[in-house]
């Protein structure tokens, strides 16, 4: 009730089952909300990099689509088709979410 496993693989449940199939089966306790969403999402992958591949991957939508992109703490604004360009820049472990349209 409110809380779910989540696994160093990346798998999410309520429950321990995943540890029979899983070598790793090392669990993160994540807290979550009323109306479940997506525990990734919720803790935020380490890098800009990551987040973007975590949206296209689990989500299949990108940056684009939901209307926002990520400014990075070096101050550059990274969407779908700066990303790669950002990644040689900096290492990309601070940063927010912000609509497109604000400054």
């Known amino acids: 009730a409110g809380y779910i496993l989540c696994c ?3 798998h999410e449940s309520y429950s321990e089952r995943h ?3 899983c070598e790793i089966s090392n669990y993160t306790v994540m807290r979550t909300k009323e109306t ?3 525990v990734g999402c919720e803790k935020y992958p380490a890098t800009t990099f990551w987040y973007v591949l975590h949206l296209m ?4 939508t990108t940056l684009d689509k939901n209307g926002v992109y990520l400014q990075c703490s070096c101050g550059f604004k990274i969407t779908n088709d700066s990303i790669h360009a950002h990644r040689s820049m900096c290492e ?3 940063f927010s979410i ?3 349209g604000e400054t």
């Open 92 to 94: 990309g472990r601070e």
């Open 36 to 38: 479940p969403q997506c």
């Open 98 to 100: 912000r609509r497109v």
């Open 8 to 10: 160093d693989c990346g």
């Open 19 to 21: 540890s029979y199939e």
């Open 57 to 60: 991957r689990l989500h299949k």
